[in-house]
Every structure is written in C-alpha cells, then in structure tokens.
C-alpha cells in the first residue's frame, strides 16, 4: 500500500516508520527534504520510506495521515483536495483547549469523496512506539465509515501493534476526542506519565 504521512514529528515519524518496516511504501511530506531529522527517519524507516513535499506525499498516497499542526490543516487540504479526493484520509491533529478538538469537518468539506477516519490522536506517540504495557497491548479507538476502507484502517492500526476498537461513524467523534482529552488529563494534571493507555476488557 502506499501512504503519504503529512508531517515527520513525533506521531507521523513513528507511525510512518512502522508502516515502511511492515511493507508499506511510505512517503512524508516535509518541508525540508534535506533536514538531519528527516534524513535519520528515512534511515531508521529503511528502503520503503522517503520524503518529498507535501504536495507530492498527498499525491502519492492511497492513505494519507494528517500529523501536521492542527492549524495548518485547513490550508493543506484547501491546496491539496483533488488529490486526496477518493482515498482514505486519516486525521491525527489535536486542538486541546480549543472549541474544535479534530479537524474532520474541514477535511470532509473541502475533500467530500475522500473516506475520513478519526485516529491516533488519543494516545500519546509513545504507546504507538511501544504498543504493550507489560503483557498488555494497548488498545486505539478509531471512528469512520463502515464500508470497504474500514479494514484497511484497522490493518493499519494492527500493523502498529494495537488493538483496533471501532467506535462508530464519525457522528461519534466526540467520543473519540474525549478520549484525547482524558489521556492529557491524567499524563499531565495526574501526572501518571506520557506512556499511559487505555484497555476495553469484556467478559
């Protein structure tokens, strides 16, 4: 599969990178392709990985991540929609403390036939980099369609060693972002620490 990853921090770097090591051909847009810290992702990524402009991974992807700041995604999909026009668009941006947590809206109204899935943006990057506490693996709630993409979603999320829980349609993003806000509240008021996560047990 190819993936374009917007952004090379922390969340699109380690998710990107693990993409490229399980198979996947994997681009990030970046504004400066020549960077050290692009350049030692790329290495640590290995063969399948490589960077371009933002245009460009937004072109080359069938799956394009959002893990750019989440002002800037506005603009991005503004310039970019007719190429993320009929693929799977997965929004990672956080907005906390603000009136709007996602940014799923503005992708689904500038890019309309594009299949936009709320993911990975409630957890910390670390439980991406490291999906087990202990013996447990963590689990990552998502939300989007219910149709042919959503497989490739969870395929996605599988690859990076979690657990896939499907909470619904994105009428449910809230839930999904609550998510999000109480993992800060815990890592930074309680201070419980950036590698915390969240588990469903059931009977």
């Known amino acids: ?104 809206e503005t992708i689904s109204s500038k890019a309309p036939a594009a299949k936009v899935y709320r993911a990975f943006n409630s957890l910390g990057w670390e439980n991406f980099e490291t999906p087990h506490i202990g013996e447990t693996q963590v689990d990552l709630f998502y939300c989007g369609p219910d149709d042919e993409t959503r497989p490739v979603v969870e395929g996605l999320i599988q690859e990076v060693g979690l657990r896939p829980i499907w909470v619904g349609g994105l009428d449910v993003v809230q839930i999904v972002d609550s998510l999000g806000l109480l993992w800060v509240a815990l890592v930074f008021q309680q201070g419980m620490g950036r590698h915390l996560a969240f588990k469903v047990l059931t009977p």
Do not use: Y
Not at 23 to 42: M, Q
């Open 1 to 104: 599969m190819r993936i374009g990853i917007l952004g090379s921090g922390n969340i699109g770097g380690t998710l990107g990178r693990k993409w490229a090591q399980a198979g996947h051909d994997v681009v990030f847009g970046v504004r400066d392709v020549n960077s050290p810290k692009v350049g030692a992702l790329l290495e640590a990524a290995g063969g399948n990985a490589s960077a371009d402009s933002v245009a460009n991974a937004a072109v080359f992807g069938d799956v394009i991540l959002f893990a750019i700041p989440w002002s800037a995604v506005g603009a991005t999909v503004e310039a970019h929609a007719e190429a993320l026009n009929g693929k799977i668009a997965i929004d990672a941006t956080n907005n906390f403390g603000g009136p709007l947590i996602n940014n799923v």
